[in-house]
């Protein structure tokens, strides 16, 4: 995967977890039933991470300039 690539698709997902984790917030998602509200947390900070992680890979790479 190309340095731009992780970057651009680190910054998305990691926008998109974010997003969503505030939102459970603001709207109270935290408190649904017990399966979808821990589902919704995990699956929301599963992607945050998976986004936070590419996008410093990308980063990494970036700096390291080409191999």
Known sequence: MSTQTKLALGAVLSTF?????????????TAAPRPWGFFLGFISGV??????TL?????????????
Do not use: M, N, T, Y
């Open 17 to 29: 977890g974010a997003l969503v984790i505030v939102l459970s917030v603001l709207f109270e998602w």
């Open 47 to 52: 992607v945050a991470g998976l986004g936070v």
């Open 55 to 67: 996008a410093i890979s990308g980063l990494i790479d970036r700096k390291r300039g080409p191999s």
